[in-house]
């Protein structure tokens, strides 16, 4: 059964930094492409970063130079390191997991970050 976990949200302050992590299960972690995405209220959902089995990295402008995302293959985890973190930054991120060329799309259940003083 394929879980994907998101941790690590929460409430933090205009300029503060946030780690969100997801732990996955169930499928060959090391040959998907990992992904963040969030969702704004009234919102589509957007792509915010991802990282492929060979480690390239591609973020939406909007983000480029705060988040940092990462890999680790042996743990089966991908983390999004959020720096200078701004209020339009707040939306529920989801763990993205895909196969390319493939349907296999998995997706975890979100956690709320939430940017506010």
């Known amino acids: 059964q394929v879980q994907l976990v998101e941790s690590g949200g929460g409430l933090v302050q205009p300029g503060g930094s946030l780690r969100l992590s997801c732990a996955a299960s169930?499928?060959?972690?090391?040959?998907?492409?990992m992904g963040w995405y969030r969702q704004a209220p009234g919102k589509q959902r957007e792509l915010v970063a991802v990282?492929?089995?060979?480690?390239?990295?591609t973020y939406v402008d909007s983000v480029k130079g705060r988040f940092t995302i990462s890999r680790d293959n042996a743990k089966n985890a991908v983390y999004l390191q959020m720096n200078s973190l701004k209020a339009e930054d707040t939306a529920v991120y989801y763990c993205?997991?895909?196969?390319?060329?493939?349907?296999?799309?998995?997706w975890g259940q979100g956690t709320q970050v939430t940017v506010s003083s």
């Open positions: 993205n997991a895909e196969y390319p060329g493939t349907p296999l799309r998995f």
């Open positions: 169930g499928f060959i972690f090391e040959i998907y492409a």
């Open positions: 990282i492929s089995s060979g480690g390239v990295i």
